[in-house]
């Protein structure tokens, strides 16, 4: 079936213009003047704005093993209400985790029949598989995680960096990296104060586990993608890697652009995550990076567990799980920040629709063009809305975002051509897909 989607404001890969979207077969067949004349139904989005679907390129879903924290449905349903139609999945937290073709079919087998928004999937890198890479590469993981550091789980034990190197050698495919340097943390003692958490993990393990990461991708030649950068103190060494030739690119994540350290109340466990939220100012400087393009992609890395891993009847930081579920409510949360500081929408996308699907070489997602899938996006930039945790879909309603005030509601959301509603339509997908 043939039908338009018609707006003052469609976020095209050149910028925001009116104009008409023409959908066929679940693709993008044209798009033209906002008066254009075309062939089937035209729906008129009025005010809304029209946005490619947003690809989310970290994600934790746990299935299987660990679906009590979260699920493929769960995952999916809140990825589609809150404009995501792409997600990749993380190798870890799953049981067992994606460190071999096996792995990978096993969680494939979970996932089918449950996901709401298409989905591919990352490999990981563990000490004692390199032999496993390529061949989880042939069978269409995007690449591979490894961590610097304790994962927080023990079936996914971290890399040093002999391990990281044997692992970059084994394959040629981009390596995203957890970076913090366990020799620079501190044991955190039990403690309410977000204070204490925040000192036991500096800055300084962040900016020496990059440079360690660094330091590996020039001596093999191989992409690296820095994960959930919290420090600003690393923009200095990923801009000289990037002049020296590094083939780097970096991630933020919506928490670290909008919430703060001395704004965390005493045993407000829902803020933890590793690594952690800074102050104010270290806030400003990443948002300096994404100005100057030393950051290119913001992603959730939607991290969920139940409420009680995240210590929610003790408020002990040092015990609680370190992660933040934000699938939902990431683009209005990013959008609230970034127009107070100056930034466009038009640069929301960029960071959270196309940069997330280049980075893993999915062409035919994060843009609105001919050829690409009709994953669409009607979005009220305008209207505002009070996070409600019992309207959030992941599977546990814990959110550091709860009675925040946030700009910008997803109307409706199309994946393939077709509003996402009761009866999941998700595709896996493959590393190699319309690069």
Known sequence: MTFSLRSRQVYLPGGPRAATVTVDSGQIVAVGDYESTVDGPVTDLGALALLPGLVDTHVHVNEPGRTEWEGFETATRAAAAGGVTTIVDMPLNSLPPTTSVAALREKQAAARGKCFVDVGFWG???PGNARDLFPLHEAGVFGFKSFLVDSGVPEFPPLDRAGLAAAFA?????????????ARLHDARPSRAYADFLASRP???EVSAVDT??????DTNRRVHILHLSAADALTSLRRARTAGVRVTAETCPHYLTLEAGAVPDGATEYKCCPPIR???NQDRL???LADGTI?????????????LKARGTGDFASAWGGIASLQIGLPAVWTEAQERGFTLADVVRWMSSGPADLVGLRNKGRIAPGTDADLVAFDPTATFVVDP???LHRHPVTPYAARELSGVVRTTWLRGEPVGSTPRGRFLRRGDAQ
């Open 124 to 126: 990981g890198a563990v």
């Open 203 to 205: 800055a300084a393990a």
């Open 170 to 182: 084994s394959v040629d495919a981009l390596f995203i990296v957890h970076a913090e340097d366990p």
């Open 296 to 308: 290119s992609i913001v992603v959730s890395d939607h991290s969920p567990s139940t409420p009680a």
């Open 279 to 281: 102050d104010a100012g």
């Open 287 to 289: 948002w300096g990076g």
């Open 390 to 392: 019992a309207a959030l």
């Open 213 to 218: 990461a660094l330091s590996v991708a020039a």
